[in-house]
């Protein structure tokens, strides 16, 4: 048996004075927002009444076939705006994400300009662009693409960089020599060697465009959301959950469908 | 520095040498890295045709030298010559588009494509020709630089794997389509910067015999570097050894003894 050793390590490390300030303003900040907007039990409670009785005027599910009928086609609308917005904003990503990625972008140090624009892109939410195109375009599904253009956009110009960036640079060095300029390195290089991380950035920015597009009608940018709206406004509670239906089950579709493109990308 | 006093055989060896046309003619080049000194009035000619092993403790200036052989590295001082084209100090790193045409690159790691077949890969050779965005993929290639490639594939036994992913074939395959890349255009010169220094030694063996087929076959130029004093023996007629910068010795392998070696090393 060997002696016992000279020292022994804390299990907790020693924490320091600045380090100890911030933990409790961390905790107070939490504890605060919980106390100001978090439910109380009591609230929890009285609310269960007013929910059963909802849940009694939503079901069962409005299933006249001229109702599903006409949900269906607001439905593909939903799907085309989702679909069409993606594929706009991956193709618009690439160049983006080429113009800002760090030791491949032509721009040298002005690179952080188009990094600021895709962080605009990326932080204002989708609600708030979707009432900046219907006020730009006017009603309708048009505004919802554009919106779902810019929030992809801003998720995949950031991912799509980051993805070029971590890409073997001896490969890239490799072309360089040859006598390959950046375009070479870009489609010999750069994209294959990023092409999994691109499927997958694409295939969560559809899934993340399926979500946005079914809300986006709440503020008249078209899609399913729009008929979700009137719905509640006009107290037709059971069309209402025959929506909240088709967008559950839109929505898990969409979710399978990708997660298996993935595993087959993987 | 150990003086090399030619005998008879070795003065004929030297004129026979002369004679020839130069592929290298390094001309008092140095080299500096902020306050370090790389390279120190370095004078090397190389005929072609020649097979020469640059040999050297590490920081000697082997890799250095070799970057500034084919424009990728701006030096200091004194004149390069490779194949015809000069290389003046302080030259800015241009693309020298002719220049890297006639010349074959392999580095320490293949510094493949992992996720493209080895047939593109091998077609990345052409990159630097006319309409070079269709060397990208094999899939796209014209037919004759598809046949090319796959001839090329075929020099390195490795044309049944032609369709093979890079990142499935062992290291020492995939040197071997390096090896095949930088082959593929039927280089004047090939340079190959420690080729076999990944490999296991029975692997870096094939490789050093590969190169040496190859370069006699097809009247190539051959430079590389190494570690192993063996290696440059057997696959080079001339060794140059590189110590803190400087020629330390040159002349035939043969000549190169285990006491030059330990004064090397040292």
Not at chain 2, 57 to 80: M, R
Not at chain 2, 240 to 249: D, M, N, P, R, T
Request: charged share 20%.
């Amino acid at each position: 048996m060997s002696k016992k050793p000279k020292y022994v390590p804390k299990r907790t490390p020693k924490i320091g004075s600045f380090s100890f300030v911030c933990l409790v303003a961390i905790g107070a900040i939490i504890l605060s927002s919980i106390g100001d907007v978090a439910p109380s039990p009591q609230r929890i409670f009285e609310g269960i009444p007013r929910l059963t009785n909802l849940l009694g005027r939503m079901l069962p599910p409005n299933m006249e076939e001229e109702f599903i009928f006409r949900m269906f086609w607001v439905l593909i609308e939903t799907m085309e705006i989702a679909i069409a917005g993606t594929f706009i904003g991956i193709f618009l990503s690439l160049p983006i994400a080429w113009f800002s990625a760090k030791g491949i972008s032509p721009l040298g140090p002005f690179r952080w300009l188009i990094r600021g624009v895709v962080s605009l892109c990326r932080t204002i939410p989708d609600l708030v662009w979707a009432l900046i195109f219907v006020s730009t375009v006017g009603l309708g599904a048009v505004a919802g693409t554009m919106t779902i253009v810019v929030d992809t956009l801003g998720f995949c110009g950031r991912f799509f960089a980051e993805a070029f960036e971590d890409t073997d640079p001896k490969a890239k060095q490799a072309i360089r020599t040859i006598g390959g300029n950046q375009w070479n390195i870009i489609s010999s290089a750069i994209i294959p060697e990023a092409m999994p991380s691109l499927i997958n950035t694409s295939l969560y920015a559809l899934e993340r465009a399926i979500r946005s597009s079914v809300v986006l009608g709440l503020v008249g940018a078209g899609g399913i959301g729009q008929e979700l709206k009137v719905a509640f406004d006009l107290f037709q509670y059971k069309n209402a959950s025959a929506i909240i239906l088709a967008i559950f089950v839109i929505v898990m579709a969409m979710e399978t469908l990708t997660d298996w493109l993935r595993k087959k990308v993987s | 520095m150990a003086d090399f006093v030619p005998n008879e055989i070795d003065a004929r060896f030297f004129r026979e040498r002369a004679s020839k046309h130069l592929a290298i003619n390094v001309s008092g080049i140095s080299k500096r890295y902020g306050a370090k000194q790389i390279l120190t009035d370095i004078n090397i000619q190389i005929s072609e045709g020649e097979r020469v092993a640059l040999i050297g403790p590490n920081g000697a200036g082997k890799s250095t030298l070799l970057k500034c052989l084919v424009g990728q590295e701006i030096f200091d001082h004194g004149e390069i010559a490779t194949l015809g084209t000069s290389l003046r100090a302080k030259q800015p790193v241009a693309l020298l588009k002719n220049l890297r045409r006639s010349v074959g690159f392999v580095f320490q790691t293949h510094s493949l494509v992992g996720r493209l077949s080895a047939l593109s890969n091998v077609v990345h050779g052409f990159m630097g020709e006319r309409g070079s965005w269709r060397a990208s993929t094999h899939h796209l290639a014209p037919y004759s630089w598809r046949l090319k490639a796959l001839r090329s594939l075929g020099d390195v036994q490795l044309q049944d794997f032609c369709e093979q992913r890079v990142d499935e074939l062992s290291g020492g395959q995939a040197q071997r389509v390096a090896i095949a890349r930088a082959m593929v255009r039927d280089p004047r010169l090939l340079i190959a910067d420690e080729p076999s220094a990944s490999l296991d030694p029975a692997a870096g063996e094939d490789i050093m015999k590969l190169f040496s087929d190859l370069s006699q076959k097809n009247q190539t130029t051959l430079l590389f570097t190494t570690h192993d004093i063996q290696h440059a023996r057997s696959y080079s007629d001339r060794i140059i050894a590189l110590q803190q910068g400087k020629v330390f010795w040159t002349g035939p392998s043969n000549l190169f003894d285990p006491d030059l070696s330990a004064a090397l090393f040292r």
